[in-house]
């Protein structure tokens, strides 16, 4: 599968943004999504992932309450809606695919797009 992930930006701090992952092929239901971030010299992270179904979602802590996943299988998309953003959620943001159970382990997965840009300013 093949991921184009797009809808960064620069962004307020308290402001919002809401990424899209479009994938490519006919098995994209199938697939656990998840997202994950890479701030400048920081190691990629773990944000969000959710299931094939949609049926279940998890965060990260320092995004929960913020940030929701979800994902359209009709549209082979899924989408990170990010509210109330902080400095700190500035990154490169990137979505990721999986076949089976969701994990929160970035090299547990299998397909990565290729990053889109978020810069929060203060």
């Known amino acids: 599968v093949q991921l184009q992930a797009s809808g960064g930006g620069l962004v307020q701090a308290g402001g919002s943004l809401r990424l899209s992952c479009a994938a490519s092929?006919?098995?994209?239901?199938?697939?656990?999504m998840g997202w994950f971030r890479q701030a400048p010299g920081k190691e990629r992270e773990f944000v969000a992932a959710?299931?094939?179904?949609?049926?279940?979602?998890y965060s990260a802590d320092s995004v929960k309450g913020r940030f929701t996943i979800s994902r359209d299988n009709d549209k082979n998309t899924v989408y990170l809606q990010m509210n109330s953003l902080k400095p700190e959620d500035t990154a490169v943001y990137y979505c990721?695919?999986?076949?089976?159970?969701?994990?929160?382990?970035?090299?547990?997965?299998?397909?990565w797009g290729q990053g889109t840009k978020v810069t929060v300013s203060s």
């Open positions: 959710i299931s094939w179904s949609g049926g279940t979602t």
């Open positions: 990721a695919a999986r076949k089976n159970i969701m994990t929160t382990r970035r090299n547990e997965y299998d397909y």
């Open positions: 092929g006919r098995t994209f239901s199938s697939y656990v």
